[in-house]
Protein backbone atom coordinates (compact mmCIF):
# COMPACT_ATOMS: atom_id res chain seq x y z
CA UNK A 1 0.00 0.00 0.00
CA UNK A 2 1.34 3.55 -0.90
CA UNK A 3 0.92 6.15 1.95
CA UNK A 4 0.33 3.51 4.37
CA UNK A 5 0.24 5.97 7.14
CA UNK A 6 -2.73 8.52 5.47
CA UNK A 7 -4.95 5.92 4.43
CA UNK A 8 -4.68 3.63 7.30
CA UNK A 9 -6.00 7.18 9.02
CA UNK A 10 -8.68 7.75 7.08
CA UNK A 11 -10.17 4.52 7.12
CA UNK A 12 -9.65 4.62 10.72
CA UNK A 13 -11.72 7.64 10.55
CA UNK A 14 -14.55 5.69 8.02
CA UNK A 15 -14.57 3.25 10.64
CA UNK A 16 -15.22 5.42 13.49
CA UNK A 17 -17.96 7.23 11.58
CA UNK A 18 -19.75 4.65 10.64
CA UNK A 19 -20.11 2.81 13.74
CA UNK A 20 -21.13 5.59 15.71
CA UNK A 21 -24.87 3.94 16.44
CA UNK A 22 -22.97 1.04 18.30
CA UNK A 23 -20.31 3.86 20.22
CA UNK A 24 -23.57 5.54 21.42
CA UNK A 25 -25.24 2.36 22.36
CA UNK A 26 -23.33 1.78 24.99
CA UNK A 27 -24.80 1.85 28.28
CA UNK A 28 -28.30 2.03 26.91
CA UNK A 29 -30.35 -0.44 29.22
CA UNK A 30 -33.91 -0.33 28.36
CA UNK A 31 -34.81 -0.12 24.55
CA UNK A 32 -38.45 0.23 25.10
CA UNK A 33 -39.84 3.28 26.99
CA UNK A 34 -42.15 1.73 29.79
CA UNK A 35 -46.10 3.76 29.87
CA UNK A 36 -48.04 3.81 32.90
CA UNK A 37 -51.42 2.88 32.32
CA UNK A 38 -52.39 3.47 35.97
CA UNK A 39 -54.51 6.52 35.91
CA UNK A 40 -58.14 6.72 37.88
CA UNK A 41 -60.23 7.10 34.91
CA UNK A 42 -58.04 4.02 33.25
CA UNK A 43 -58.51 1.54 36.80
CA UNK A 44 -62.52 2.43 36.10
CA UNK A 45 -62.65 0.77 32.96
CA UNK A 46 -64.14 -2.49 32.68
CA UNK A 47 -62.73 -3.12 28.98
CA UNK A 48 -59.30 -1.64 29.62
CA UNK A 49 -58.81 -0.54 25.86
CA UNK A 50 -58.41 2.45 24.06
CA UNK A 51 -60.35 4.64 21.26
CA UNK A 52 -59.30 2.68 18.64
CA UNK A 53 -57.17 -0.70 18.58
CA UNK A 54 -53.86 -0.50 20.57
CA UNK A 55 -51.52 -0.71 17.63
CA UNK A 56 -53.51 2.00 15.61
CA UNK A 57 -53.47 4.26 18.19
CA UNK A 58 -49.59 3.55 18.55
CA UNK A 59 -49.70 4.23 15.00
CA UNK A 60 -51.80 6.63 13.87
CA UNK A 61 -52.94 8.92 17.31
CA UNK A 62 -51.45 12.09 15.85
CA UNK A 63 -53.52 11.95 12.69
CA UNK A 64 -56.95 11.31 14.69
CA UNK A 65 -55.86 14.27 16.76
CA UNK A 66 -55.58 16.30 14.07
CA UNK A 67 -58.78 14.94 12.50
CA UNK A 68 -60.36 15.88 15.84
CA UNK A 69 -58.89 19.47 15.86
CA UNK A 70 -60.49 19.53 11.98
CA UNK A 71 -63.73 18.45 12.39
CA UNK A 72 -64.13 20.12 16.30
CA UNK A 73 -62.81 23.36 15.20
CA UNK A 74 -63.58 23.73 11.37
CA UNK A 75 -66.97 21.89 11.06
CA UNK A 76 -68.00 22.15 14.50
CA UNK A 77 -68.42 17.96 14.91
CA UNK A 78 -67.43 17.60 18.69
CA UNK A 79 -68.21 14.04 18.61
CA UNK A 80 -66.52 11.04 17.02
CA UNK A 81 -67.56 7.30 16.32
CA UNK A 82 -64.91 4.71 17.22
CA UNK A 83 -64.59 1.62 14.82
CA UNK A 84 -66.12 -0.46 17.66
CA UNK A 85 -68.89 1.99 18.03
CA UNK A 86 -67.78 3.80 20.97
CA UNK A 87 -68.86 7.68 20.66
CA UNK A 88 -66.02 9.61 22.04
CA UNK A 89 -66.18 13.58 22.72
CA UNK A 90 -63.52 14.71 19.99
CA UNK A 91 -61.19 16.38 22.66
CA UNK A 92 -57.71 16.61 23.40
CA UNK A 93 -57.94 17.76 26.83
CA UNK A 94 -61.42 16.52 28.16
CA UNK A 95 -60.70 12.60 26.56
CA UNK A 96 -57.65 12.00 25.96
CA UNK A 97 -55.90 13.22 28.50
CA UNK A 98 -59.12 12.09 31.33
CA UNK A 99 -58.11 8.90 30.57
CA UNK A 100 -54.05 9.42 29.98
CA UNK A 101 -54.43 11.93 33.10
CA UNK A 102 -50.36 11.32 33.36
CA UNK A 103 -49.78 13.28 30.82
CA UNK A 104 -45.92 12.47 31.67
CA UNK A 105 -45.43 9.27 32.30
CA UNK A 106 -47.32 8.83 28.95
CA UNK A 107 -47.31 10.90 26.47
CA UNK A 108 -44.11 12.36 27.40
CA UNK A 109 -42.21 9.81 27.83
CA UNK A 110 -42.94 7.93 24.81
CA UNK A 111 -42.40 11.71 23.34
CA UNK A 112 -38.88 11.45 24.77
CA UNK A 113 -38.00 8.30 23.05
CA UNK A 114 -38.97 9.13 19.53
CA UNK A 115 -37.66 12.37 19.88
CA UNK A 116 -40.87 14.67 19.28
CA UNK A 117 -41.57 17.05 20.76
CA UNK A 118 -45.72 18.08 20.11
CA UNK A 119 -46.23 21.80 20.80
CA UNK A 120 -49.74 21.32 22.12
CA UNK A 121 -49.39 22.36 25.72
CA UNK A 122 -48.74 25.91 24.70
CA UNK A 123 -52.34 26.08 24.33
CA UNK A 124 -53.60 23.37 25.71
CA UNK A 125 -53.90 22.68 29.31
CA UNK A 126 -52.08 19.48 30.78
CA UNK A 127 -54.28 18.27 33.63
CA UNK A 128 -50.62 17.20 35.80
CA UNK A 129 -50.26 21.12 35.00
CA UNK A 130 -53.42 22.10 36.46
CA UNK A 131 -53.06 21.21 40.03
CA UNK A 132 -50.09 23.23 40.84
CA UNK B 1 -33.19 -0.89 -21.87
CA UNK B 2 -30.22 -0.13 -18.97
CA UNK B 3 -33.63 1.30 -17.35
CA UNK B 4 -35.82 -0.71 -17.38
CA UNK B 5 -33.54 -3.44 -15.93
CA UNK B 6 -32.72 -1.30 -13.26
CA UNK B 7 -36.82 -1.20 -12.85
CA UNK B 8 -36.87 -4.47 -12.68
CA UNK B 9 -34.36 -5.41 -10.58
CA UNK B 10 -35.70 -2.10 -7.91
CA UNK B 11 -39.17 -3.63 -8.47
CA UNK B 12 -38.07 -7.66 -7.22
CA UNK B 13 -35.92 -5.98 -4.68
CA UNK B 14 -38.90 -4.42 -3.27
CA UNK B 15 -41.31 -7.14 -3.61
CA UNK B 16 -38.97 -9.33 -1.71
CA UNK B 17 -40.03 -8.23 1.72
CA UNK B 18 -43.35 -8.51 1.38
CA UNK B 19 -43.07 -12.26 0.30
CA UNK B 20 -40.71 -11.90 3.62
CA UNK B 21 -43.26 -10.68 5.98
CA UNK B 22 -46.27 -12.73 4.42
CA UNK B 23 -43.82 -15.90 5.22
CA UNK B 24 -42.69 -14.80 8.73
CA UNK B 25 -39.25 -14.23 7.82
CA UNK B 26 -39.35 -11.04 10.34
CA UNK B 27 -36.06 -11.76 12.02
CA UNK B 28 -34.03 -12.52 8.85
CA UNK B 29 -35.54 -9.13 7.58
CA UNK B 30 -34.81 -7.19 10.40
CA UNK B 31 -32.11 -8.56 12.32
CA UNK B 32 -29.95 -11.19 10.09
CA UNK B 33 -29.65 -8.91 7.15
CA UNK B 34 -29.07 -5.57 8.55
CA UNK B 35 -25.92 -6.95 10.60
CA UNK B 36 -24.60 -8.62 7.33
CA UNK B 37 -25.34 -5.75 5.00
CA UNK B 38 -23.30 -3.77 7.17
CA UNK B 39 -20.79 -6.05 7.48
CA UNK B 40 -20.31 -6.45 3.67
CA UNK B 41 -20.34 -2.34 3.77
CA UNK B 42 -17.69 -1.85 6.20
CA UNK B 43 -15.52 -4.60 4.90
CA UNK B 44 -16.19 -4.30 1.60
CA UNK B 45 -15.55 -0.65 1.81
CA UNK B 46 -11.75 -0.91 3.14
CA UNK B 47 -10.63 -3.54 1.00
CA UNK B 48 -12.06 -1.54 -1.94
CA UNK B 49 -9.68 1.61 -0.79
CA UNK B 50 -6.65 -0.44 0.28
CA UNK B 51 -6.96 -2.13 -3.11
CA UNK B 52 -6.81 1.25 -4.80
CA UNK B 53 -4.33 2.71 -2.43
CA UNK B 54 -1.85 -0.29 -3.83
CA UNK B 55 -2.17 0.93 -7.13
CA UNK B 56 1.25 3.33 -8.02
CA UNK B 57 0.76 6.59 -9.09
CA UNK B 58 3.27 6.39 -12.29
CA UNK B 59 2.97 10.60 -12.55
CA UNK B 60 2.65 13.26 -10.85
CA UNK B 61 -0.99 14.85 -11.75
CA UNK B 62 -0.14 18.44 -12.58
CA UNK B 63 -3.20 18.93 -14.86
CA UNK B 64 -5.29 21.33 -12.67
CA UNK B 65 -6.77 24.58 -13.12
CA UNK B 66 -4.94 27.41 -11.45
CA UNK B 67 -1.11 28.89 -12.07
CA UNK B 68 1.41 26.87 -10.16
CA UNK B 69 3.46 27.72 -7.36
CA UNK B 70 6.82 29.50 -9.13
CA UNK B 71 8.78 32.42 -8.82
CA UNK B 72 7.85 35.05 -6.74
CA UNK B 73 6.28 37.77 -8.72
CA UNK B 74 4.20 35.08 -10.48
CA UNK B 75 0.97 34.66 -8.46
CA UNK B 76 -0.03 31.27 -7.38
CA UNK B 77 -3.17 29.73 -6.94
CA UNK B 78 -3.09 28.37 -3.44
CA UNK B 79 -6.43 26.38 -3.80
CA UNK B 80 -6.45 25.28 -7.04
CA UNK B 81 -2.87 24.08 -7.42
CA UNK B 82 -1.53 23.72 -4.03
CA UNK B 83 1.65 23.29 -3.30
CA UNK B 84 1.54 22.51 0.71
CA UNK B 85 -0.18 19.70 2.45
CA UNK B 86 -2.39 22.70 3.53
CA UNK B 87 -3.56 23.58 0.54
CA UNK B 88 -4.33 20.22 -0.23
CA UNK B 89 -6.47 19.91 2.63
CA UNK B 90 -8.32 23.23 1.59
CA UNK B 91 -8.75 22.18 -1.54
CA UNK B 92 -10.16 17.94 -0.62
CA UNK B 93 -12.61 19.98 1.79
CA UNK B 94 -14.07 22.58 -0.81
CA UNK B 95 -14.05 19.67 -3.12
CA UNK B 96 -15.85 17.21 -0.60
CA UNK B 97 -18.07 19.81 1.30
CA UNK B 98 -19.13 22.12 -2.10
CA UNK B 99 -18.10 20.45 -5.36
CA UNK B 100 -16.02 23.00 -6.74
CA UNK B 101 -14.90 21.11 -9.41
CA UNK B 102 -18.75 20.81 -10.71
CA UNK B 103 -19.31 24.42 -10.13
CA UNK B 104 -16.81 24.87 -13.03
CA UNK B 105 -19.46 22.83 -15.44
CA UNK B 106 -20.13 24.72 -18.83
CA UNK B 107 -21.90 23.44 -21.36
CA UNK B 108 -20.13 23.58 -24.62
CA UNK B 109 -22.20 23.74 -27.51
CA UNK B 110 -20.87 23.82 -31.61
CA UNK B 111 -23.53 26.27 -32.94
CA UNK B 112 -24.74 25.38 -37.09
CA UNK B 113 -22.79 28.85 -38.16
CA UNK B 114 -19.39 27.27 -36.40
CA UNK B 115 -19.41 29.34 -33.16
CA UNK B 116 -18.42 27.35 -30.20
CA UNK B 117 -20.22 28.92 -27.04
CA UNK B 118 -19.51 27.79 -23.31
CA UNK B 119 -23.06 28.69 -21.60
CA UNK B 120 -23.22 29.22 -17.65
CA UNK B 121 -24.41 25.45 -16.02
CA UNK B 122 -25.09 24.94 -12.72
CA UNK B 123 -27.73 22.81 -12.51
CA UNK B 124 -25.77 19.37 -11.89
CA UNK B 125 -23.40 21.19 -9.14
CA UNK B 126 -26.92 22.69 -7.36
CA UNK B 127 -28.87 18.69 -7.68
CA UNK B 128 -25.82 17.00 -6.82
CA UNK B 129 -25.23 19.18 -3.89
CA UNK B 130 -29.08 18.97 -2.52
CA UNK B 131 -28.98 15.33 -2.97
CA UNK B 132 -25.47 14.64 -1.06
CA UNK B 133 -26.20 17.14 2.06
CA UNK B 134 -29.56 16.06 2.13
CA UNK B 135 -28.32 12.49 2.59
CA UNK B 136 -26.40 13.20 4.93
CA UNK B 137 -28.89 15.55 7.34
CA UNK B 138 -31.40 12.64 6.84
CA UNK B 139 -29.35 9.72 7.85
CA UNK B 140 -28.11 12.23 10.66
CA UNK B 141 -31.61 12.70 11.39
CA UNK B 142 -32.06 8.48 11.63
CA UNK B 143 -29.80 8.64 14.69
CA UNK B 144 -32.87 9.12 16.54
CA UNK B 145 -33.83 5.84 15.98
CA UNK B 146 -30.03 4.25 17.14
CA UNK B 147 -29.74 6.50 20.41
CA UNK B 148 -31.34 6.59 24.13
CA UNK B 149 -30.97 9.51 24.96
CA UNK B 150 -30.74 10.99 21.64
CA UNK B 151 -27.39 13.40 21.12
CA UNK B 152 -28.35 17.03 21.37
CA UNK B 153 -26.87 17.30 17.93
CA UNK B 154 -29.61 15.40 16.32
CA UNK B 155 -32.48 16.95 18.02
CA UNK B 156 -31.04 19.91 16.82
CA UNK B 157 -30.71 19.60 13.37
CA UNK B 158 -33.96 17.76 13.30
CA UNK B 159 -35.98 20.53 14.56
CA UNK B 160 -33.87 23.11 12.27
CA UNK B 161 -34.92 20.56 9.32
CA UNK B 162 -38.40 20.28 10.39
CA UNK B 163 -39.00 24.12 10.58
CA UNK B 164 -42.33 23.62 8.16
CA UNK B 165 -45.02 21.89 9.22
CA UNK B 166 -47.63 19.02 7.73
CA UNK B 167 -50.41 19.20 10.24
CA UNK B 168 -49.40 18.52 13.39
CA UNK B 169 -46.09 17.17 12.19
CA UNK B 170 -43.00 18.42 11.20
CA UNK B 171 -42.07 18.60 7.34
CA UNK B 172 -38.77 17.83 6.24
CA UNK B 173 -36.85 20.04 3.90
CA UNK B 174 -34.53 17.28 2.83
CA UNK B 175 -37.86 15.21 2.46
CA UNK B 176 -38.78 17.68 -0.44
CA UNK B 177 -34.40 18.35 -1.64
CA UNK B 178 -33.78 14.52 -1.90
CA UNK B 179 -37.03 13.65 -4.16
CA UNK B 180 -36.65 16.53 -6.49
CA UNK B 181 -32.80 16.13 -7.07
CA UNK B 182 -33.21 12.40 -7.68
CA UNK B 183 -35.84 13.48 -10.39
CA UNK B 184 -33.33 15.73 -11.83
CA UNK B 185 -30.31 13.64 -11.38
CA UNK B 186 -32.49 10.86 -13.41
CA UNK B 187 -34.35 13.17 -15.83
CA UNK B 188 -30.59 14.26 -16.59
CA UNK B 189 -29.69 10.85 -17.68
CA UNK B 190 -33.19 10.24 -20.14
CA UNK B 191 -33.59 13.87 -21.57
CA UNK B 192 -29.89 14.90 -22.42
CA UNK B 193 -29.61 12.24 -25.33
CA UNK B 194 -25.06 12.09 -24.74
CA UNK B 195 -25.84 11.22 -21.15
CA UNK B 196 -28.47 8.49 -22.42
CA UNK B 197 -26.09 7.10 -24.68
CA UNK B 198 -23.01 6.65 -21.71
CA UNK B 199 -26.07 5.49 -19.03
CA UNK B 200 -26.03 1.92 -17.76
CA UNK B 201 -27.92 0.26 -15.49
CA UNK B 202 -24.95 0.91 -13.15
CA UNK B 203 -26.27 4.19 -13.65
CA UNK B 204 -29.70 4.14 -13.09
CA UNK B 205 -30.29 1.35 -10.39
CA UNK B 206 -28.23 3.75 -7.58
CA UNK B 207 -31.01 6.61 -8.58
CA UNK B 208 -33.87 3.91 -8.28
CA UNK B 209 -32.40 2.30 -5.29
CA UNK B 210 -32.33 5.58 -3.21
CA UNK B 211 -35.54 6.61 -5.13
CA UNK B 212 -37.20 3.51 -3.38
CA UNK B 213 -35.98 4.15 0.32
CA UNK B 214 -36.57 7.95 -0.02
CA UNK B 215 -40.32 7.26 -1.19
CA UNK B 216 -40.97 4.51 1.60
CA UNK B 217 -39.40 6.89 4.05
CA UNK B 218 -41.73 9.34 2.95
CA UNK B 219 -44.84 7.04 2.80
CA UNK B 220 -44.07 6.05 6.61
CA UNK B 221 -43.45 9.82 7.90
CA UNK B 222 -46.62 11.60 6.08
CA UNK B 223 -48.96 9.07 4.85
CA UNK B 224 -49.39 5.39 6.24
CA UNK B 225 -47.86 5.40 9.55
CA UNK B 226 -46.05 3.30 11.23
CA UNK B 227 -45.38 2.24 14.75
CA UNK B 228 -42.63 4.60 15.48
CA UNK B 229 -41.44 3.09 19.19
CA UNK B 230 -41.32 -0.32 18.30
CA UNK B 231 -39.12 0.48 15.08
CA UNK B 232 -36.92 2.36 17.58
CA UNK B 233 -37.03 -0.45 19.64
CA UNK B 234 -35.36 -2.84 16.75
CA UNK B 235 -33.31 -0.38 15.80
CA UNK B 236 -31.92 0.02 19.16
CA UNK B 237 -31.39 -3.23 19.67
CA UNK B 238 -29.50 -3.27 16.72
CA UNK B 239 -27.27 -0.89 18.09
CA UNK B 240 -26.96 -2.38 21.53
CA UNK B 241 -26.37 -6.00 20.09
CA UNK B 242 -29.94 -7.15 22.14
CA UNK B 243 -31.68 -7.68 18.52
CA UNK B 244 -35.59 -7.58 19.07
CA UNK B 245 -38.33 -7.45 16.56
CA UNK B 246 -41.19 -6.37 18.60
CA UNK B 247 -44.78 -7.30 16.65
CA UNK B 248 -46.89 -5.17 14.67
CA UNK B 249 -44.49 -3.01 12.40
CA UNK B 250 -46.06 -2.72 8.97
CA UNK B 251 -44.96 -4.08 5.90
CA UNK B 252 -43.98 -0.81 4.47
CA UNK B 253 -40.86 -0.58 7.32
CA UNK B 254 -39.53 -4.00 6.50
CA UNK B 255 -39.03 -2.72 1.98
CA UNK B 256 -37.27 0.11 4.06
CA UNK B 257 -34.94 -1.20 6.18
CA UNK B 258 -34.23 -4.37 2.99
CA UNK B 259 -33.77 -1.46 0.63
CA UNK B 260 -31.65 0.11 2.43
CA UNK B 261 -30.11 -3.13 3.09
CA UNK B 262 -29.37 -3.68 -0.65
CA UNK B 263 -27.78 -0.25 -0.84
CA UNK B 264 -24.92 -1.22 2.03
CA UNK B 265 -24.44 -4.52 0.58
CA UNK B 266 -23.79 -3.01 -3.02
CA UNK B 267 -22.39 0.01 -2.43
CA UNK B 268 -18.28 -1.09 -2.02
CA UNK B 269 -19.07 -2.80 -5.64
CA UNK B 270 -20.65 0.11 -7.15
CA UNK B 271 -19.81 3.63 -8.52
CA UNK B 272 -20.80 5.09 -5.27
CA UNK B 273 -17.76 4.21 -3.91
CA UNK B 274 -17.13 7.99 -4.93
CA UNK B 275 -17.37 7.77 -1.14
CA UNK B 276 -13.78 6.96 -0.84
CA UNK B 277 -12.40 7.70 -4.24
CA UNK B 278 -12.92 11.10 -3.87
CA UNK B 279 -9.92 11.40 -1.00
CA UNK B 280 -7.94 8.97 -3.08
CA UNK B 281 -7.64 11.00 -6.29
CA UNK B 282 -4.64 12.12 -8.03
CA UNK B 283 -6.21 15.90 -9.13
CA UNK B 284 -7.19 16.40 -5.25
CA UNK B 285 -4.90 14.79 -3.29
CA UNK B 286 -1.62 15.45 -4.74
CA UNK B 287 0.31 19.38 -3.89
CA UNK B 288 1.64 20.01 -7.45
CA UNK B 289 5.13 20.55 -5.79
CA UNK B 290 6.96 18.55 -8.95
CA UNK B 291 9.84 21.22 -9.05
CA UNK B 292 10.72 21.28 -5.58
CA UNK B 293 10.23 17.35 -4.32
CA UNK B 294 10.93 14.59 -7.30
CA UNK B 295 8.29 11.78 -7.72
CA UNK B 296 9.30 8.90 -8.39
CA UNK B 297 7.38 6.44 -10.05
CA UNK B 298 6.97 3.42 -8.17
CA UNK B 299 6.81 1.20 -11.36
CA UNK B 300 10.03 1.89 -12.13
CA UNK B 301 12.00 -1.77 -11.96
CA UNK B 302 15.78 -1.64 -11.25
CA UNK B 303 17.80 -0.28 -14.19
CA UNK B 304 21.44 -2.23 -14.85
CA UNK B 305 23.27 1.05 -15.59
CA UNK B 306 26.45 0.46 -17.10
CA UNK B 307 28.80 4.00 -16.49
CA UNK B 308 30.99 5.49 -18.94
CA UNK B 309 33.54 4.76 -16.23
CA UNK B 310 32.96 1.18 -16.57
CA UNK B 311 32.68 1.08 -20.14
CA UNK B 312 36.10 2.13 -20.70
CA UNK B 313 37.41 0.11 -18.34
CA UNK B 314 35.99 -2.88 -20.59
CA UNK B 315 36.71 -1.69 -23.59
CA UNK B 316 40.33 0.51 -22.86
CA UNK B 317 42.64 -1.34 -24.33
CA UNK B 318 40.03 -1.65 -27.74
CA UNK B 319 39.81 1.90 -28.09
CA UNK B 320 43.67 2.42 -27.67
CA UNK B 321 44.04 0.37 -30.49
CA UNK B 322 41.77 1.85 -31.84
CA UNK B 323 42.49 5.15 -31.67
CA UNK B 324 39.85 6.58 -30.14
CA UNK B 325 41.30 9.38 -27.13
CA UNK B 326 39.97 7.73 -23.58
CA UNK B 327 40.37 9.54 -20.25
CA UNK B 328 42.63 7.16 -18.16
CA UNK B 329 45.40 6.91 -19.86
Keep these: MYNGSKVLVGLGLFFLIVTVPFWLGFGTEELAPELDLDTPAIAQLADKKCIEPTGVMREEHMQLLEQWRDQAVRMGNRYYE ?40 TCHLDPEGMEL | MAILISLLVTLVLVAVPILGVAAGAEYVLGVVLPYLAFLVFVVGFILRVVR ?104 WLESLDGLFRFGYQAFYITD ?26 ADYFPLFLLGGIATTGILMKYVSKVDIASIKELALGFATFRPVVPEGIGTIFYIHLFLVCVLMAYFPFSKLMHMGGIFLSPTRNLANNSRAVRHVNPWNYPVDVHTYEEYEDEFREKMVAAGIPVEKG
Design chain 2, 52 to 155: WASSPVPFHITLTGGQQRSLSWIKGSKLDNPSTTLGVVGRMALEVLCFRSLFRNVKTELHPEGKLSYRWEKWLWLFGLALHWSLLIILIRHLRFFTEPVPFLVG
Design chain 2, 176 to 201: LLIVLALTFLFLRRVVVARLKYISLS
Design chain 1, 82 to 121: ASDGTVYQASLQNTCLDCHSNKSDFCDRCHDYGKVSPDCW
